[in-house]
């Protein structure tokens, strides 16, 4: 099983919509969990942790339920600037006792107008 | 903001040269990390280092090397660059919380 797993999509949706995207993760000792957002030919860029108790940004809301091992992420009313690739990313000491983020592969999210 | 600056931007290679990609962070991060992006694979650890001079081999180490002789530089290296490096290199960094990394802009190689 791989250490994170998401939906690749694509996603296509129209403006003003709202998507959910989901993620499991397999190693119970995860400690920290994030989203990021990629654009095209870009780098990832941080977009929001995610905590048991949810949280939200502005149009977004992230949820981690740690018993299932279960990450969501939920954009509300759909921007065309939006599109882009979300990466689910969850985070742990590894090895030499390092601090290590695991990246799933994404999950690409098309907003048509 | 944490700056992670990747030497550049584009860059084309011939078979069998060395290629040296350099990466700098400027936040005095303690870990630094390489990764290689293709299409469908995702996101693949090359190396990671958190420390001046430590180096742990990340999934993929095979045909790389790395040097992290000051804190804010991480560098990769191949020893003999093959095509099937052909790929987009990205470089990131981050400190001992649990907080997210930082990336640099990426390289994207071409070995011809």
């Known amino acids: 099983r791989k250490e994170v797993e998401q939906d690749p999509g694509p996603f296509n949706v129209p403006e003003g919509a709202t998507v959910a995207f989901n993620c499991t993760y397999s190693?119970?000792?995860?400690?920290?969990f994030f989203w990021y957002r990629q654009d095209c030919r870009k780098e990832p860029k941080l977009l929001m942790s995610?905590?048991?108790s949810g949280n939200e940004d502005g149009r977004f809301t992230a949820q981690l339920n740690r018993a299932s091992q279960y990450i969501s992420l939920l954009i509300r009313d759909s921007k065309l600037s939006d599109s882009a690739t979300y990466l689910c990313?969850?985070?742990?000491?590894?090895?030499?006792?390092?601090?290590?983020?695991?990246f799933g592969k994404g999950t690409k999210l098309s907003v048509i107008p | 903001d944490v700056k992670v600056t990747q030497s550049s931007r584009y860059l084309v290679k011939r078979t069998g040269e060395k290629v040296f990609l350099e990466c700098v962070q400027d936040?005095?991060?303690?870990?630094m990390f390489w990764y290689r992006q293709d299409p469908g694979l995702g996101l693949r650890l090359i190396y990671f280092s958190y420390d001046v001079k430590m180096k742990e081999k990340g999934d993929i180490p095979e045909g790389y090397s790395v040097s992290r002789e000051k804190k804010e530089r991480f560098s990769l290296i191949l020893e003999s660059a093959s095509t099937n490096q052909t790929s987009m290199y990205l470089c990131a960094s981050g400190d001992r919380a649990n907080y997210g990394y930082t990336f640099g802009s990426g390289t994207r190689l071409t070995v011809v």
């Open positions: 936040m005095d991060h303690e870990n």
């Open positions: 995610v905590y048991s």
């Open positions: 990313v969850v985070g742990r000491v590894g090895r030499a006792g390092s601090y290590q983020l695991t």
């Open positions: 190693n119970s000792a995860s400690q920290s």
